[in-house]
Protein backbone atom coordinates (compact mmCIF):
# COMPACT_ATOMS: atom_id res chain seq x y z
CA UNK A 1 0.00 0.00 0.00
CA UNK A 2 0.98 3.41 -0.86
CA UNK A 3 0.24 6.93 0.79
CA UNK A 4 -0.47 9.40 -1.86
CA UNK A 5 -0.46 13.49 -0.90
CA UNK A 6 -4.01 14.78 0.04
CA UNK A 7 -6.38 16.34 -3.15
CA UNK A 8 -4.60 19.71 -1.94
CA UNK A 9 -1.65 18.90 -1.79
CA UNK A 10 -2.10 17.47 -5.45
CA UNK A 11 -2.23 20.80 -7.07
CA UNK A 12 -6.28 20.32 -7.32
CA UNK A 13 -7.84 23.66 -8.24
CA UNK A 14 -10.42 24.89 -5.77
CA UNK A 15 -10.97 28.00 -7.30
CA UNK A 16 -11.68 31.00 -5.31
CA UNK A 17 -12.24 29.06 -2.06
CA UNK A 18 -10.85 30.31 1.57
CA UNK A 19 -7.60 29.15 1.98
CA UNK A 20 -7.83 28.04 5.56
CA UNK A 21 -10.55 25.39 4.37
CA UNK A 22 -7.72 23.82 1.92
CA UNK A 23 -5.85 23.91 4.94
CA UNK A 24 -8.41 22.30 7.08
CA UNK A 25 -8.98 19.48 4.62
CA UNK A 26 -5.34 18.46 5.16
CA UNK A 27 -5.85 18.31 9.17
CA UNK A 28 -6.89 14.17 9.40
CA UNK A 29 -3.70 12.89 10.56
CA UNK A 30 -2.81 8.83 9.40
CA UNK A 31 -0.92 6.07 10.66
CA UNK A 32 -1.01 2.87 9.08
CA UNK A 33 0.69 0.11 10.72
CA UNK A 34 0.67 -4.03 9.47
CA UNK A 35 -0.76 -7.00 10.65
CA UNK A 36 -0.11 -10.71 9.62
CA UNK A 37 -3.27 -10.26 7.44
CA UNK A 38 -3.82 -6.65 6.82
CA UNK A 39 -2.63 -3.53 6.86
CA UNK A 40 -5.06 -0.88 9.56
CA UNK A 41 -5.23 2.74 8.95
CA UNK A 42 -5.85 4.77 11.78
CA UNK A 43 -7.41 8.35 11.04
CA UNK A 44 -7.18 10.44 13.50
CA UNK A 45 -10.71 12.97 13.28
CA UNK A 46 -11.91 13.57 16.48
CA UNK A 47 -15.57 15.56 16.98
CA UNK A 48 -17.10 13.95 13.47
CA UNK A 49 -20.21 12.57 12.95
CA UNK A 50 -19.66 8.41 11.50
CA UNK A 51 -22.72 9.22 8.76
CA UNK A 52 -20.35 12.32 7.18
CA UNK A 53 -17.18 9.83 6.11
CA UNK A 54 -16.60 8.57 2.88
CA UNK A 55 -15.15 5.94 1.78
CA UNK A 56 -14.30 4.85 -2.26
CA UNK A 57 -12.60 2.51 -3.52
CA UNK A 58 -11.61 3.14 -7.54
CA UNK A 59 -9.36 0.86 -9.32
CA UNK A 60 -6.22 0.99 -7.24
CA UNK A 61 -7.17 4.44 -5.31
CA UNK A 62 -8.85 4.42 -1.86
CA UNK A 63 -9.98 7.75 -0.82
CA UNK A 64 -11.20 8.96 2.74
CA UNK A 65 -13.05 11.86 2.78
CA UNK A 66 -15.29 13.98 5.82
CA UNK A 67 -17.81 16.85 4.66
CA UNK A 68 -19.42 18.23 7.66
CA UNK A 69 -23.14 18.55 7.75
CA UNK A 70 -25.11 21.86 6.29
CA UNK A 71 -25.33 24.26 9.09
CA UNK A 72 -22.31 23.19 11.52
CA UNK A 73 -22.12 26.12 13.71
CA UNK A 74 -18.97 28.44 12.81
CA UNK A 75 -18.38 30.80 15.74
CA UNK A 76 -16.68 33.52 15.62
CA UNK A 77 -12.99 32.20 16.82
CA UNK A 78 -10.81 33.68 19.52
CA UNK A 79 -8.00 31.42 19.19
CA UNK A 80 -8.58 28.09 17.06
CA UNK A 81 -5.79 25.47 16.95
CA UNK A 82 -7.96 22.75 15.72
CA UNK A 83 -10.74 22.59 12.90
CA UNK A 84 -13.32 20.26 12.42
CA UNK A 85 -13.75 20.51 8.57
CA UNK A 86 -13.98 18.72 5.51
CA UNK A 87 -10.94 16.77 4.17
CA UNK A 88 -9.62 14.35 1.74
CA UNK A 89 -7.52 11.81 1.58
CA UNK A 90 -5.93 9.76 -0.87
CA UNK A 91 -4.06 5.82 -1.11
CA UNK A 92 -3.30 3.69 -3.79
CA UNK A 93 -3.79 0.20 -2.76
CA UNK A 94 -1.21 -2.46 -4.45
CA UNK A 95 -2.70 -5.74 -6.10
CA UNK A 96 -2.42 -7.86 -2.45
CA UNK A 97 -4.91 -5.79 -0.72
CA UNK A 98 -8.27 -7.33 -1.22
CA UNK A 99 -10.70 -4.24 -1.63
CA UNK A 100 -13.96 -6.42 -1.41
CA UNK A 101 -13.61 -6.87 1.68
CA UNK A 102 -11.99 -3.39 3.41
CA UNK A 103 -13.85 -2.51 6.71
CA UNK A 104 -14.03 0.65 8.59
CA UNK A 105 -15.48 2.04 11.93
CA UNK A 106 -15.51 4.86 14.11
CA UNK A 107 -14.55 4.72 17.67
CA UNK A 108 -13.74 7.14 20.11
CA UNK A 109 -12.54 9.97 17.27
CA UNK A 110 -10.32 7.65 15.05
CA UNK A 111 -11.21 6.05 12.01
CA UNK A 112 -9.84 2.59 11.97
CA UNK A 113 -9.56 1.20 8.05
CA UNK A 114 -8.67 -2.42 8.08
CA UNK A 115 -7.69 -3.16 4.62
CA UNK A 116 -6.99 -7.44 4.20
CA UNK A 117 -4.42 -8.51 2.68
CA UNK A 118 -5.38 -11.69 -0.10
CA UNK A 119 -4.60 -15.02 1.11
CA UNK A 120 -1.28 -16.16 -0.15
CA UNK A 121 0.34 -12.54 -1.02
CA UNK A 122 1.69 -11.29 2.40
CA UNK A 123 4.53 -10.29 1.85
CA UNK A 124 7.90 -12.43 2.79
CA UNK A 125 11.00 -11.27 4.83
CA UNK A 126 14.18 -11.53 3.26
CA UNK A 127 17.22 -10.64 4.75
CA UNK A 128 19.74 -8.90 2.49
CA UNK A 129 23.69 -9.07 3.44
CA UNK A 130 26.36 -6.23 3.41
CA UNK A 131 29.09 -6.59 1.45
Known sequence: MYYNKSCAAKGT??????P????????ASV????????YVMLVFAPGR???HFHLDVKG??????????????????ILRE???????RTFTLDDRIDTA?????????VLQVTLPILAGMESETKEIKIS
Open 20 to 27: LFIRSMQR
Open 82 to 88: YSRGGFV
Open 49 to 51: IKE
Open 60 to 77: TELTISYTPPEGFARPNW
Open 101 to 109: NIAAKYIDG
Open 13 to 18: SYGNRN
Open 31 to 38: NIYKTDSS
